[in-house]
């Protein structure tokens, strides 16, 4: 009896031993999960759900396998795959959450955020996702030709390579002073979020009361998992066979 977490897979036609591994999770132990939330970065890019490539349509298939075998499907859209849309949730039988929104799990409201919007100190960033979530950008965007948008989103993700080894640690991070204001707005003591990569459990005060914030790690190296119970949380690694891109 337990829920199962993921974040950040980064699922690319250059990476197969991190699809296959995720296709053997969503195969075996995921179907012992009560649900599969999936908060965000699924997918390295996403470009429409009208792309019909890889691995985008096996992933799809297997999501909406899991989802018609019982177990609930939700997905959260990230940095990379922010234009998910009813089409994309459609194909994998799945539900798309909000980001941030809050959840009861097994009685405790729990907040589910991405964790970019955490990142208050990237404002370089934070200027381009605001831009980039605009629904009139978003339009303009997909209305444009599959290769047109594929070849933005390769062009997106150089530079954002660049950016992020021309910026220091703190920034990449998410902002402490942000992450109290935010549970405290919604009223919770505990988050789960990805985005940074960087896997842990934290402490931490929330207007005076103990807190925890739960970041999932990415799956380059090694995967991440997070089972939530009733009587707790585990926070475990996943091995990934085989040879896969640097990243």
Known sequence: MSLLFVSD???????????????????????RAEALYILGDLF?????????????????AALKALSGSGVPVFLMRGNRDFLYGQRMAERCGATLL?????????????????????????????????????????QQFLAQPLPARQAFAAQARAASREHQQGASESIMDVTPAAVAETMARFG?????????HRPAMHALLVDQRPAQRIVLGDWYDQGSLLWVGPDG????????PGPDAAH
């Open 233 to 240: 949380l585990v926070l475990e690694t996943l091995a990934v």
């Open 44 to 60: 390295e890019a996403w470009v429409g759900d009208d792309d019909p490539g890889e691995p985008g349509t096996s992933v799809c």
């Open 98 to 138: 909000p980001d941030p929104c809050v959840v009861s799990l097994y009685g405790v409201p729990t907040l589910l955020m991405h964790g970019d919007l955490l990142c208050t100190d990237d404002t370089a960033y934070q200027a381009f996702r605001l831009q980039v979530r605009d629904p009139a950008w978003q």
């Open 9 to 31: 897979l980064h699922l690319d036609a250059a990476r197969p031993a991190t699809t296959r591994a995720f296709l053997e999770l969503l195969e075996g132990p995921a179907r």
């Open 188 to 196: 919770v003591s505990r988050l789960i979020h990805g985005h940074t």
